[in-house]
């Protein structure tokens, strides 16, 4: 069941940074900087996400950790993931409707899952 949850986290971070590489100009320096760090919390989200895969993934934890390849994954950096996934999904709402298209707004089909 975890493992389910953890990919569908990590698939949803992966569909948010996929649309947030797209650029865009924003004509006022506060939207800029919003949009800025909301593109940052949005990678930031997604390199956890990458790593945390790797932790549910049967086939690494197998190799990695031989005599607990059933074993929990690293709860620490699932935690990290889990609040960097909370604050980009915070920043991405203070946007404004035509800016979160690109981080998966709710114009966006690939990406409902997001919201």
């Known amino acids: 069941m975890r493992k389910k949850n953890a990919k569908k986290l990590a698939t949803s971070i992966a569909a948010m940074s996929a649309v947030a590489a797209s650029a865009f100009v924003v004509s006022h320096p506060a939207q800029a900087a919003t949009m800025a760090n909301a593109e940052k919390l949005v990678v930031k989200a997604e ?51 035509k800016e979160k298209r690109y981080f998966g707004g709710s114009s966006h089909a690939k990406c409902s899952s997001i919201r």
């Open 47 to 97: 390199k956890l996400a990458g790593a945390l895969k790797w932790q549910v993934s049967y086939d690494y934890r197998k190799k990695a950790y031989p005599k607990n390849a059933l074993d929990y994954p690293d709860m620490k950096l699932f935690n990290e993931t889990k609040s960097a996934l909370k604050a980009a999904r915070e920043e991405v709402k203070k946007l404004k409707r």
